[in-house]
């Protein structure tokens, strides 16, 4: 149980992990994630399920390394046992027959974005995709993407790859061409779900977002994932992740994104020092 049975190096700093999770592969789908911890005082890291496969018995989770504990769990091997993988936690996206639905995957944002994809296109959806990256060599899942897509879009900050640009100015492209559309689900860094959800608001564009906002333990129980919506409290981890983007207070999540900053860089500096406590 926990084993990593396959790893994948995606991009420089861009990691996939086929777990061997029966459980949660048998009951996980689309929206929902799980809480890892490495070893026995690891820190609780939420991770998005990118796919279950029920019949294999595994999972499969992609990270970016940002930090210590995501630095830490990038040097596992295949066979590394990872200590706890609690879930699925959180509600289900939202997977009816919509008509056309437009996909925006932002970064490692893509990953997520891409079970909810497949299951709208499997609903009877157009699926209309953008998946954007600073730079080629970032750009993640495209083929996967393509494969679940009647259209795809691909931009890049830098132009190396696709249209230049924000996937937000790509759809602003898509709805200045006229482009009819019925839902958007946008999932990557916190302002590019602002930005898209203020391109969507004007057209009356139901946009869906998911937020990743600091998580200790997952089920409702510290309050650390409190979010605003609508002026009211919303815990993340059991209301959503997925909520209304013209809903969400955008700035306080930001806001509280940054408040162990400080603390994250000193553990990210010892680790690399190679000292601190092997969380
Ligand atoms: P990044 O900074 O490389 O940005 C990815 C893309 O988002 C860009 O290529 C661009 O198209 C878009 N974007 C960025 N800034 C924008 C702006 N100001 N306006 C419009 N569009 C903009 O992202 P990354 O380094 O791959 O991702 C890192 C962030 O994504 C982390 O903060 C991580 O926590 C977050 N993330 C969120 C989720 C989630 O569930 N919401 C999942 C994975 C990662
Ligand atoms: Fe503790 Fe959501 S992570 S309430």
Same mark, same amino acid.
């Given at each position: 149980?926990?084993?990593?049975?396959?790893?994948?190096?995606?991009?420089? !700093? +861009?990691?996939?992990? =086929?777990? !061997?999770?029966?459980?949660? $592969?048998?009951?996980?789908?689309? %929206?929902?994630?799980? @809480?890892? &911890?490495?070893?026995?005082?690891? =820190?609780?890291? #939420?991770?998005?399920?990118?796919?279950?496969?029920?019949?294999?018995?595994?999972?499969? +989770?992609?990270?970016?390394e940002?930090?210590?504990?995501?630095?830490?769990?990038?040097?596992?091997?295949?066979?590394?046992?990872?200590?706890? @993988?609690?879930?699925?936690?959180?509600?289900?996206?939202?997977?009816?027959?919509f008509?056309?639905?437009?996909?925006i995957?932002?970064?490692?944002?893509? $990953? #997520?974005?891409? #079970?909810? *994809?497949?299951?709208?296109?499997?609903? /009877?959806n157009? @699926? +209309?995709?953008?998946?954007?990256?600073?730079?080629?060599?970032?750009?993640?899942?495209?083929?996967?993407? &393509? $494969?679940?897509s009647?259209?795809?879009?691909?931009?890049?900050?830098?132009?190396?790859?696709?249209?230049?640009?924000?996937?937000?100015?790509?759809?602003?492209?898509?709805?200045?061409? /006229?482009?009819?559309?019925?839902?958007?689900? $946008?999932? /990557?860094?916190?302002i590019?779900?602002?930005?898209?959800?203020?391109?969507?608001?004007p057209?009356?564009?139901?946009? +869906? @977002?998911?937020?990743?906002?600091?998580?200790?333990?997952?089920? /409702?129980?510290?309050?650390?994932?409190?979010?605003?919506?609508?002026? =009211?409290?919303?815990? *993340?981890?059991?209301?959503?992740?997925?909520?209304?983007?013209?809903?969400?207070?955008?700035?306080?999540?930001?806001?509280?994104? &940054?408040?162990?900053?400080r603390?994250?860089?000193i553990?990210?500096? =010892?680790?690399?020092?190679?000292? %601190?406590?092997?969380?």
């Amino acid at each position: 149980m926990n084993r990593i049975l396959k790893k994948r190096v995606l991009t420089s !700093e +861009i990691k996939l992990f =086929e777990v !061997e999770t029966p459980l949660i $592969a048998k009951r996980a789908l689309p %929206g929902q994630f799980v @809480v890892l &911890r490495l070893n026995e005082e690891g =820190e609780r890291i #939420p991770m998005t399920i990118v796919e279950a496969r029920p019949e294999e018995g595994v999972i499969l +989770i992609i990270f970016q390394e940002v930090g210590k504990s995501t630095k830490q769990m990038g040097t596992m091997k295949e066979g590394d046992v990872i200590a706890d @993988v609690i879930g699925p936690l959180g509600v289900p996206s939202e997977i009816e027959k919509f008509g056309r639905v437009v996909c925006i995957g932002g970064g490692v944002g893509v $990953a #997520p974005v891409y #079970p909810i *994809t497949k299951a709208l296109k499997e609903m /009877g959806n157009y @699926v +209309i995709s953008i998946i954007g990256a600073r730079s080629k060599d970032l750009v993640l899942l495209e083929e996967r993407m &393509r $494969a679940i897509s009647d259209e795809l879009y691909i931009t890049t900050d830098d132009g190396s790859y696709g249209q230049k640009g924000f996937v937000s100015d790509e759809l602003q492209r898509l709805i200045d061409q /006229g482009k009819k559309i019925d839902r958007a689900i $946008a999932i /990557g860094p916190v302002i590019m779900m602002k930005v898209v959800s203020e391109v969507t608001r004007p057209y009356g564009i139901k946009t +869906i @977002v998911s937020l990743n906002p600091i998580m200790v333990d997952g089920t /409702g129980m510290c309050g650390a994932c409190r979010v605003e919506v609508g002026g =009211e409290t919303k815990f *993340t981890c059991v209301d959503g992740p997925d909520f209304d983007g013209h809903l969400v207070n955008f700035d306080l999540l930001m806001n509280r994104l &940054r408040i162990y900053e400080r603390e994250e860089k000193i553990a990210l500096e =010892e680790y690399g020092q190679g000292k %601190g406590r092997n969380l």
